[in-house]
């Protein structure tokens, strides 16, 4: 960056659950997102960005240090973050910036945690409530009326507007939409009555996936409760029909709250434009995971699966960037630090694990990532049963291995099932309904990528469960 060039003032909106197929710049045939997309016309498209870690309080700490979970200490949903240790924020505001943190934090106990390197926060007591929130704050605890998604928004945009001198800043508007519960503001009730459609993997039988993942209480019909829903069912429906009905609940509520996400996008956008900061701002969008809309009967998260494992992620700033790109290489949640620093001209802290991809989004450098790695830590958890496992994703396959272990992990159950392994061609099999681990014509890629895994939890300096044996390749 040119010493004579203005630096960027940056705003990360992050909501939680939020699908990159509930989003219409990604395609959606389920709903419109026009201020989301909005960012996209005027910046990029990322179509690879992956969390690690597909879970709130994880993903949040892997976006706010640089680092994999088993770094910064957010492995699963109970264990907080030290919140003392290195962040983007930490860097931004020794060089300069003024910072501050609205919203939904989600990283350890929210009554009595103090998100630290702000200037100013104000965040949600853990998940948060959607209507008259609880709100904490250096000057303490208060109930503030109205919805959520609105007054985060406030808040944030008041806090802007409130300070003075040419400073640059950094806000981080963190949305608890559209976790669970789902309750959409009343003027967003009833957007979408009419049968919402199918994901063509509605109805997966998971023929060829492995124990680990059959018994996962993800499932539409047995573990969506109705309470989320908000209504009950009417009597003498069928699996079918129950499985349905729960699906068109479920998604009227969901994309209901992501209709108020969608509008306070753009107060956030027409707020920079009146201010005439627009173009200088780097603005965006992300979820903290994806989320199961259905597909293979599922919600939810966790998973390797990619429905679970892609962040949607549009990002603008016009003053250094073109609008309307596409950019198609894998990056990750950790590389989200080291891009946003890269952008304001501050360096890297040294623990950072991830790579900036914004050289590449200048079109001045190249340094395409052969592919990610991924670990999930939780394992057994109560609700979800979903399995402990860690795998690596190139451009064209998939391998994942369950190994079934919470390794004394809080929160997660003790080692019951045996090690599995799975293995998909996203080309060939993009809904990945196929598991090819045990095809003899995969055995050579499917002995590569055990070695590339490993070779990745050497480079971020973890380790491979001692239940899983060296790759031959390695």
């Known amino acids: 960056m040119t010493t004579n060039q203005r630096r960027p003032n940056i705003i990360m909106i992050l909501t939680d659950d939020h699908a990159a197929q509930a989003i219409s710049a990604y395609g959606s045939v389920v709903n419109r997102t026009p201020r989301i997309d909005e960012i996209a016309a005027e910046g ?46 930490t860097q931004l505001r020794e060089a300069g910036y003024r910072t501050a943190m609205i919203g939904k934090w989600h990283m350890g106990d929210g009554a009595g945690h103090d998100p630290q390197g702000f200037d100013y ?27 959520t998604t609105d007054l985060i928004t406030d808040l944030a945009l008041d806090w802007v507007d409130g300070l003075d001198g040419d400073d640059p800043w950094c806000v981080l508007i963190y949305h608890k939409s559209p976790h669970r519960p ?55 429906l069928d699996y079918e029909e129950l499985a349905l009905w729960k699906y068109q609940r479920f998604m009227e509520d969901y994309l209901a709250c992501v209709a108020s996400v969608d509008e306070n996008v753009g107060r956030v ?46 990002l603008s700033y016009p003053r250094r960037m073109s609008g309307g790109q596409v950019f198609d290489g894998i990056v990750t949640n950790v590389d989200l630090a080291q891009t946003v620093l890269d952008a304001a001209g501050v360096p890297h802290h040294p623990r950072m694990q991830g790579s900036s991809f914004f050289p590449e989004l200048l079109g001045t450098d190249g340094s395409p990532r052969p592919g990610m790695y991924y670990r999930y830590w939780e394992h057994d958890d109560v609700f979800h049963k979903a399995p402990a ?44 309904l196929r598991n090819v681990y045990d095809d003899p014509a995969y055995a050579e890629i499917r002995e590569e990528l055990k070695a590339q895994m490993w070779r990745a939890q050497q480079a971020v300096a973890d380790s491979p469960h001692p239940s899983q044996p060296k790759p031959t390749h390695v």
Not at 129 to 138: I, W
Not at 300 to 313: A, Q
Not at 401 to 415: A, K, S, T, V
């Open 44 to 89: 990029w498209r990322l179509d690879n960005c992956f969390a690690t870690n597909s879970l709130c309080s994880p993903s949040r700490a892997s976006i706010l240090t640089g680092t994999y979970s088993h770094i910064n200490g957010v492995t699963t949903l109970v264990t907080p973050i030290d919140a003392s240790q290195p962040t983007f924020i």
């Open 121 to 147: 926060w104000d965040v949600l007591i853990e998940q948060g409530e959607y209507f008259d929130p609880m709100f904490l704050s250096r000057d303490g605890l208060r109930q503030v009326p109205g919805y």
């Open 389 to 432: 496992h860690y795998g690596y994703r190139t451009a064209t396959h998939k391998i994942i291995y369950f190994y079934n272990d919470g390794m004394g992990l809080p929160g997660c159950g003790p080692f019951t099932y045996p090690p599995e392994w799975e293995l998909y061609d996203l080309t060939a099999d993009p809904q990945e």
């Open 269 to 314: 956008i027409d707020f920079l434009r009146e201010r005439g900061d627009f173009a200088d701002t780097l603005l965006m969008y992300a979820s903290d995971q994806g989320f199961f809309l259905g597909e293979h009967g599922w919600f939810d998260k966790r998973f390797m699966y990619e429905e679970s494992l892609r962040m949607p992620l549009v």
């Open 182 to 236: 789902w309750q959409p503001h009343p003027r967003h009730e009833g957007m979408y009555r009419d049968p919402i459609p199918l994901p063509e993997t509605f109805d997966d039988d998971y023929r060829t996936r492995s124990a680990s993942a059959r018994r996962a209480a993800m499932r539409m019909v047995e573990n969506l409760n109705v309470e989320d829903l908000k209504q009950t069912p009417p009597d003498g």
